[in-house]
């Protein structure tokens, strides 16, 4: 830390670092006295060598201590305060000045931010005021825009560009600082359908907008669509784009990668496959496959690459997110179920435990629910004695010491619970529950009419209160048969991963899959996902051939054949 302002500092409404200082001119004057201290050590029978040794002789010059020193640019930034005076501050080395101070325009409100770029500074405020400084001549002019709020300022890249991109709260404009005019302007309603969340420069004539509607937009400084057709395009490289073929091209280009049922070994000439198809789109075909890189063709022609990960790298390939989430799950429990199945017949055979496969890694916890009840409950338990750490209110307590109720860890949620101050309008409640949780498992008759009032309270609207009196009781799974009737899946399917044994909890969560695929939900991918970590093989597959997922579902199939958890017959 340079310097820690004082108690009466004033506040900082805006602020923004000049982009010129003096770096490159120390540079030049650091390796002057660079070339002027070789010079020197240069002897006089060595004058005719000098262009042959001058690097070395620059290496031992460096090493000198007066050349060694660090440079210390200058640097500017200047901040306003909430009365709309604008301060500099210089700051060299370890060395930080106050600067001159600009007194407030009357005509501006409260400074929202500042662009600085040359001898021109630009204020905005919140009422949509803009404020032009000229630096060098001393001289201001404000333009009201009435646009109201004036959200962020940014100068143009370029030497000697002196365009102005302003985002206002329903749109933009691009405004020329040395005429001091506007030169494009959009507004939602007007020319425009979506609301803009963040702007900048893309290059020094184009504009790069974020909007609501998440997309990126590249407009031209006129605030018209800057998009130009790929295939229009001199690439100097070719780029690895299978949305660049037309549909039936790019599909033919994904089974292809995926699959080569005619040959005992991959190829990457498709030229040489015989099928009805134009040599036009064949030529395409190739010239995408031609673009891949000579380590991912190598990859893809491995004879040891399974199935599995052929099809999790050609989603990846492909950037499809759902053939992704759908293969990493897949792999996943299969290879889980397969190792299981191992395991059953190696007992049953009576084999030695030094024969059992090794554990297999976890399903990453993004997946949530679908991860191993075991591994999901480890990381809800850490999730939150991490929050609990870091509380800083009741309320933040309240929701820890809820959350422990419902993952079974009683005794730490009484200590939350006893920590109500009692002064808190909630002592009383919170004494009485921590009372309550500390008697509940020794009073065995007191279970019923716990569970009575549960109910009672499910009934009258307090669902979450009856839901943790049915956890206390150890009736998780009456819980989460409340949580679903009420509309609370989510928070059911959450509650069976960390309370039920896997019987119970596959029943919940089957639940969870039938009502997924109803048709006023309508999430059969969702669902799908979620039998895949039941381990319901067969369903998954019958799932994937209604959903007209063909080339997916027999993939499926093909690798559960490979990994021994599906058989094939007549019933299948």
């Not at 784009?241 to 005992?264: D, E, H, I, M, N």
């Amino acid at each position: 830390m340079l310097r820690e302002m004082a108690k009466n500092f004033p506040t900082v409404t805006a602020l923004e670092w000049s982009p010129s200082h003096n770096l490159k001119s120390l540079k030049k004057k650091q390796m002057a006295a660079r070339e002027a201290m070789a010079r020197q050590t240069v002897s006089d029978a060595e004058q005719s060598s000098v262009e042959s040794s001058v690097i070395s002789l620059l290496q031992d010059a460096e090493s000198k201590s007066e050349t060694s020193q660090a440079i210390s640019a200058r640097e500017h930034f200047v901040f306003t305060d909430t009365d709309g005076q604008v301060y500099h501050i210089t700051v060299e080395g370890n060395t930080v000045k106050d600067g001159a101070r600009i007194p407030p325009d009357g005509s501006m409100g409260s400074i929202a931010c500042i662009a600085w770029k040359g001898d021109t500074l630009v204020l905005g405020d919140v009422d949509g005021n803009l404020n032009f400084w000229d630096l060098k001549a001393r001289l201001s002019r404000g333009i009201p825009t009435h646009r109201g709020w004036v959200k962020k300022i940014r100068f143009a890249p370029g030497k000697g560009n002196q365009k102005l991109l302003v985002m206002y709260t329903d749109g933009a404009e691009v405004w020329d600082t040395k005429e001091v005019q506007m030169v494009s302007s959009m507004r939602i309603g007007r020319n425009v359908n979506y609301r803009v969340l963040d702007i900048d420069w893309c290059t020094s004539d184009k504009v790069v907008l974020a909007s609501d509607d998440g997309c990126i937009r590249v407009l031209e400084v006129a605030m018209k669509s800057a998009s130009y057709r790929m295939d229009e395009q001199d690439l100097t490289d070719p780029v690895w784009c299978p949305y660049l073929l037309v549909p039936r091209a790019a599909l033919t280009l994904k089974a292809f990668l995926l699959l080569q049922p005619w040959s005992g070994t991959f190829t990457m000439d498709i030229t040489q496959v015989d099928y009805n198809e134009k040599d036009e789109i064949k030529g395409l075909i190739q010239e995408q496959l031609n673009s891949l890189s000579n380590d991912m063709k190598s990859v893809l022609q491995d004879p040891e690459l399974s199935l599995l990960q052929r099809c999790l790298l050609v989603s990846r390939l492909f950037g499809d997110e759902s053939d992704f989430h759908f293969w990493t799950v897949a792999a996943h429990y299969l290879q889980s179920f397969a190792q299981a199945r191992q395991l059953s017949v190696s007992t049953t055979e009576g084999q030695s435990e030094g024969n059992q496969p090794s554990p297999q890694n976890h399903l990453d916890i993004c997946h949530d629910v679908l991860c191993e009840s075991s591994y999901f409950q480890k990381f809800q338990l850490d999730r939150v004695h991490l929050q609990e750490v870091k509380r800083s209110s009741y309320e933040h307590t309240k929701k820890c010491a809820d959350q422990l109720l419902l993952l079974g860890q009683t005794d730490r949620a009484v200590q939350l619970l006893l920590e109500t101050s009692a002064d808190n309008p909630s002592y009383y409640c919170d004494s009485l529950k921590a009372c309550l949780v500390t008697t509940i498992t020794s009073s065995g008759p007191s279970q019923s009419t716990i569970k009575l009032v549960a109910t009672n309270m499910i009934a009258n609207g307090k669902l979450a209160e009856g839901v943790q009196l049915l956890c206390l009781i150890d009736k998780a799974a009456d819980a989460c048969r409340y949580l679903q009737t009420y509309g609370e899946w989510n928070r059911a399917a959450w509650l069976a991963k960390v309370r039920l044994n896997p019987a119970e909890s596959s029943d919940v969560l089957k639940r969870w899959a039938e009502h997924l695929c109803s048709p006023q939900v309508n999430q059969k991918s969702k669902a799908i996902l979620v039998l895949l970590s039941l381990g319901c093989f067969y369903k998954v597959g019958e799932m994937l051939h209604s959903t007209r997922h063909f080339d997916r579902a027999a993939l499926f199939i093909e690798a559960c054949l490979k990994y021994g958890v599906m058989e094939a017959n007549d019933s299948s």
